[in-house]
């Protein structure tokens, strides 16, 4: 029989686990939602910017200069997303960090439950405590980033023309 994992012996004592993670589930869902909406939003208006440049491009070719054709295209696909991506590995940086602390502090508030757990025979014990919740939540943040990125990508190669992708062509780094 499959062993269940019990996140109440992860978080310190009467905290209220469930209703964190929850919180951080509805915050990461509104939050990943928003950061694609704003990467669609220039992703689409920086396309149809280039888009009208290179067919005023393609009406005058005798016009354009030489060294206009290397400017007609969109930005590479990590400098668009860049700027919006990268709102959830530094969430979940600040979460560990931050996370972990608060519960550092929460063991040496009131009754001293820190003491009692240190005399506990396992001495994993006040450290899981104090950073397994911390690490679960960093874990979410760079699962979202890793699902928004991948969809984010998608979105760039599928919608883009071949003849705006940058010079590079189709590579993920660009």
Not at 116 to 135: G, I, K, Q
Request: glycine letters at 8%; one cysteine or more.
């Amino acid at each position: 029989m499959a062993r269940r994992l019990d996140l109440s012996r992860c978080a310190p004592p009467g905290h209220n686990w469930r209703g964190e993670l929850q919180t951080l589930a509805l915050a990461l869902t509104g939050g990943t939602a928003l950061l694609g909406y704003l990467f669609g939003n220039a992703y689409i208006a920086q396309r149809e910017t280039e888009l009208s440049r290179y067919r005023i491009y393609a009406a005058f070719p005798e016009r354009m200069a030489a060294d206009h054709v290397s400017r007609v295209g969109l930005q590479p696909f990590w400098a668009l997303a860049g700027r919006y991506l990268s709102v959830l590995p530094i969430l979940g940086l600040l979460l560990l960090c931050f996370g972990a602390a608060a519960k550092y502090l929460r063991f040496h508030s009131g009754a001293r439950s820190d003491y009692t757990l240190r005399r506990l025979p396992d001495p994993r014990e006040y450290r899981r405590r104090c950073l397994a919740l911390p690490a679960i939540e960093a874990a979410l943040c760079l699962l979202a980033f890793a699902l928004l990125t991948g969809v984010c990508y998608w979105i760039y190669l599928q919608f883009t023309p071949v003849e705006l992708l940058p010079p590079v062509g189709r590579r993920f780094w660009g």
